[in-house]
């Protein structure tokens, strides 16, 4: 470092350190490696990139990840377990009729009060929903387990173990369901695939049709006398609310 006099003024002192300090400054750019900052800032991005897919993949349970699977990923388990019960139609219809039955009675003939209102358990729809499974061919998931949980102030939670997957692996999706002129609809909340969160485009193209099919078979069983009016969940109940649109003739229906 420059050596400043005793004698020097406090102007001079001041210039010699400013000098000292821009000297210093150029001699710790020239030592500065541009190049070589990139190519550790790139590597360490790349590094943490990597890391991040495999922490991903091991989430889902889909593939085994060294190291990674054994921190990241835990078995998903539906909130309890549904067995499957009387199929959603031969439910609607027998509450159908019998709710239609005793309107008429006690109107001695007229239909007076058209509201109403049909209960569908969990039960019905896990068995329902399999049988579609089932019967669409699929091989993504294993359609003897996959199940539809219902849970008063969360929605339905759909729970579909994937096909062959030693981790046991499974898609779960919460969903509330609604209803928009008379049509029942559903709107996925928080999809799963193991312990990952994934975008609804999931659900949409591998489970959406299937819960869609399971809601058509349910529409064309209520349109036939009835308009759907709101939907609502309890615990392990779908409550449906109507209204009758049959017109009562003389000689009957």
Same mark, same amino acid.
């Given at each position: 470092?420059?050596?400043?006099?005793?004698?020097?003024?406090?102007?001079?002192?001041?210039?010699?350190?400013?000098?000292?300090?821009?000297?210093?400054?150029?001699?710790?750019? $020239?030592? #500065?490696?541009? +190049?070589?900052?990139?190519?550790?800032?790139?590597?360490?991005?790349?590094?943490?990139?990597?890391?991040?897919?495999?922490?991903?993949?091991?989430?889902?349970?889909?593939?085994?990840?060294?190291?990674?699977?054994?921190?990241?990923?835990?078995?998903?388990?539906?909130?309890?377990?549904?067995?499957?019960?009387?199929?959603?139609?031969?439910?609607?219809?027998?509450?159908?009729?019998?709710?239609?039955?005793?309107?008429?009675?006690?109107?001695?003939?007229?239909?007076?009060?058209?509201?109403?209102? +049909?209960?569908?358990?969990?039960?019905?729809?896990?068995?329902?929903?399999?049988?579609?499974?089932?019967?669409?061919?699929?091989?993504?998931?294993?359609?003897? $387990?996959?199940?539809?949980? =219902?849970?008063?102030? $969360?929605? #339905?939670?759909? +729970?579909?173990?994937?096909?062959?997957?030693?981790?046991?692996?499974?898609?779960?999706?919460?969903?509330?369901?609604?209803?928009?002129?008379?049509?029942?609809?559903?709107?996925?909340?928080? =999809? $799963?695939?193991?312990?990952?969160?994934?975008?609804? +485009?999931?659900?949409?193209? #591998?489970?959406?049709?299937? =819960?869609?099919?399971?809601?058509?078979?349910?529409?064309?069983?209520?349109?036939?006398?009835?308009?759907?009016?709101?939907?609502?969940? #309890?615990?392990?109940?779908?409550?449906?609310?109507?209204?009758?649109?049959?017109?009562?003739?003389?000689?009957?229906?």
């Amino acid at each position: 470092m420059t050596r400043v006099e005793k004698n020097a003024t406090v102007e001079e002192r001041l210039s010699e350190v400013k000098g000292e300090v821009v000297r210093e400054l150029k001699r710790e750019r $020239r030592r #500065f490696r541009p +190049f070589l900052t990139c190519g550790a800032i790139f590597l360490l991005t790349l590094v943490c990139l990597c890391v991040w897919v495999c922490w991903t993949l091991a989430e889902t349970g889909l593939v085994e990840v060294p190291f990674f699977t054994s921190i990241a990923y835990e078995e998903p388990a539906p909130i309890r377990v549904v067995e499957p019960g009387v199929p959603v139609e031969t439910v609607l219809s027998a509450q159908m009729s019998g709710a239609l039955a005793s309107r008429l009675q006690q109107g001695n003939g007229a239909l007076n009060d058209r509201s109403v209102v +049909f209960s569908i358990g969990e039960e019905s729809l896990t068995a329902s929903l399999r049988s579609i499974a089932e019967q669409s061919g699929t091989n993504l998931i294993d359609a003897s $387990r996959a199940q539809l949980a =219902i849970e008063k102030g $969360r929605g #339905f939670e759909l +729970f579909a173990p994937i096909e062959g997957n030693p981790r046991g692996s499974a898609f779960v999706a919460w969903m509330e369901v609604g209803v928009k002129e008379g049509v029942v609809s559903i709107v996925p909340i928080n =999809i $799963r695939v193991g312990s990952c969160r994934v975008p609804s +485009f999931i659900v949409n193209t #591998f489970l959406r049709p299937l =819960i869609a099919q399971e809601l058509k078979s349910i529409q064309r069983e209520l349109s036939r006398v009835a308009v759907i009016k709101s939907v609502e969940a #309890f615990d392990g109940l779908m409550r449906i609310e109507a209204e009758f649109i049959v017109e009562i003739q003389e000689d009957g229906l």
